[in-house]
């Protein structure tokens, strides 16, 4: 039962999903910046939202409208988050999908909205009504909304999934983070899929494969007032519904965590101003939910961030953050590596090769392993290190 | 009933406090890393510790050292942490007492050992050793020990305060934090006053001025395995003692309390790489734990360091921020000021004169008040702004 990276695969790779985009300017200039992603089928569909007490308008109508577990369309916008925006704002997103309703003959109640940029400004819906309406939706048009939904993402993240020895596949698209904090960037992602699934196994599928892919990309449960995960099942692979307990349930969830874990790891190692990949793996914790926390703490240290930038392979502040993380430690049991090497064990220095040890960190894809020797639970966390662009980048953002 | 600070003024202002450092060679080159404060009375004391589950050696000593209330001096170092060192470092930390304590003539028991710098490392005690000896202590010492506890500082933080129609005297000497999030890097502070004090009252006086002081520029409740705020009353200024609902009680806590903001300003204005004070005044929280989780929050937050170090008046992400701070929050009633300067009105944009709004991020002590217009309760915290010399500072450590 294996799964399969399809080469050059996205949202649009699974049967029946169509996408486009365009210029409205709601960006600066000729950037791409509105999108729509269509299935000719109608979905089951779920979501997953953010849990900030501020919330965007186009979230508080995608979780009205996703409670009866159906969608046809989402329509998209990156420049502008449509975020603390009032009354307006909820009036502007319902229009958004009216126009894209309009626009693609479906009804409105089941197309969505999302959006991503600055938070404060109202959409500019002159544009957008125009913007539109120049759409083409075609089916390979996946990788022109990959484009459409990126803010200070240097490069698109898509990405698909078959299942070995069945039909099904599932697409996937993601817009950064682009941030060193991925929590407080706006993090979109749309998974689309040709199965057939039983809405119930979806929801929990979806929560499932979140946890161990994007949840560990952040810190403290911080999300954006914007952030949303979306997956949308047509049905025309024609396979008999998925549900829990069935024959492929379990291959549905182990492609959907791999397709959102490759997703997840792409926006961490695309983090504003980054140059490497830090993936922070916890052994030996008492329980899951604790080496997830100490996992997720770690990778958000801006200390050992900057530590990884520099190749200092300064064990101390690792211990130093394992210590104010939350969960019991007995420090006389901590081993500490990077890749292979061990640089601390039972929570004190030992001699290691110092040579060899800058030469883990100065990799595009660093390891730091923590074992605490309490337990059984692992967990591993992403994220990137913390350069002198990440401040240049976000010290110059809406001025 | 006022309060002045004492020009010049600092650990070794109040009556029978002498003080000496000298370099010992911990640090690199001539740089001075070793000192004592020592009075010449018996003294009260208390202190508060790190809640850091990995505590330092001397940490751990100090703890037990304080139970009964009484200390003589203090032997302080820079230059190593003596933390994540194990029996080695508990040793360690009880010969440095021990060397001290022969040198000034104290029992060792009352003396207390404080350590910052680089986790992991042992202490090089040959150099201790000869160190200790070379200390000469003075009744103007403590501006000496101010510089020797400076790690990535660039200023020393002392100050003195007396109170009006008294003549007591209470002195402060902190090092930084110099690190962007100061409760992961060392926080030493040393109190000294001639005032006669009693004990339990000290305690609580202590807890309360570190509370709106110290405590508001912290983050998460996160502190390194060293921090530490000790204070030490050796009543030679020949008060009554003063105790809770003792005449002086309310000037005495005014006065510690305002001596510990002072210094506490004083370490965030260092902040490393920082180019300005920032401060974040809540106002209209229904409770002030809610007020200082929001103030801690906001000041903290890498979005809004970077924005105000660039003079960005970017308020949404005060907006993001607030809404992940983890209290209740009514979006439609929350105001957001720059200075007077107001950005955002009932969660909303309001227009703002731009040019006006960068000109009040653009100074060395930057403002921003929230009101929730929820309640009563307000709290102030104080951070700085996240600059690229922060990282440059970060990534080369300890390499």
Redesign the interface.
């Known amino acids: 039962m294996g799964i399969k990276f399809i080469a050059s695969g996205g949202i649009t790779t699974p049967r029946g999903f169509h996408a486009g985009a365009t210029c409205a300017g709601i960006k600066t200039k000729d950037k791409s910046d509105l999108a729509i992603l269509f299935s000719e089928a109608p979905c089951v569909a779920t979501a997953m939202f953010t849990?900030?007490?501020?919330?965007a308008a186009p979230v508080l109508l995608c979780q009205q409208r996703l409670r009866d577990g159906k969608a046809a369309a989402v329509v998209v916008n990156s420049g502008c988050?449509n975020?603390?925006?009032?009354k307006?704002g909820l009036a502007d997103a319902a229009e958004t999908a009216e126009l894209a309703a309009e626009a693609i003959g479906a009804p409105a109640e089941d197309v969505l909205v999302a959006s991503t940029g600055?938070?404060?400004?109202?959409l500019p819906m002159e544009r957008l009504r125009a913007g539109i309406k120049q759409i083409v939706l075609s089916r390979d048009g996946g990788h022109e909304l990959a484009r459409a939904i990126m803010t200070t993402d240097t490069v698109p993240k898509e990405a698909a999934v078959g299942i070995d020895g069945s039909n099904l596949i599932i697409g996937g698209v993601a817009k950064g983070s682009g941030?060193?904090?991925p929590?407080?960037a706006t993090l979109l992602c749309f998974l689309t899929t040709d199965a057939s699934v039983d809405l119930d196994f979806l929801r929990l599928a979806l929560r499932k494969a979140v946890e161990v892919s994007f949840n560990m990309i952040s810190i403290?449960?911080?999300?954006?007032?914007n952030d949303m995960v979306l997956i949308m099942a047509n049905g025309l692979a024609g396979n008999g519904p998925i549900a829990t307990g069935s024959q492929q349930a379990d291959a549905f969830q182990q492609a959907l965590n791999q397709l959102c874990t490759h997703l997840a790891k792409s926006i961490a190692r695309d983090g504003e101003g980054a140059t490497k990949l830090i993936e922070v793996k916890v052994n030996g914790a008492p329980t899951l939910a604790e080496a997830r926390l100490v996992a997720r703490t770690v990778v958000s240290?801006?200390?050992v961030k900057?530590?990884v930038?520099?190749?200092?392979?300064?064990?101390?502040?690792v211990?130093?953050?394992?210590?104010?993380s939350g969960v019991?430690?007995e420090?006389?049991k901590v081993d500490i590596y990077l890749d292979d090497i061990c640089v601390?064990r039972?929570?004190?220095?030992v001699p290691f090769d110092?040579k060899a040890a800058?030469k883990a960190l100065d990799k595009s894809e660093v390891a730091i392993v923590l074992n605490l020797n309490l337990g059984e639970a692992t967990a591993t966390a992403w994220g990137c290190d913390?350069?002198?662009e990440?401040?240049?980048i976000?010290?110059?953002?809406?001025?």
């Open positions: 849990t900030n007490r501020v919330k988050a975020a603390c925006t009032g307006q600055v938070i404060g400004p109202c941030m060193i904090h929590d407080l403290d449960g911080d999300t954006s007032p240290s801006p200390l900057s530590a930038h520099g190749n200092d392979p300064n064990w101390g502040r211990m130093a953050v394992l210590g104010r019991e430690v420090e006389a601390a039972a929570g004190c220095a110092e800058v913390l350069s002198e990440y401040v240049t976000n010290s110059q953002y809406t001025t």
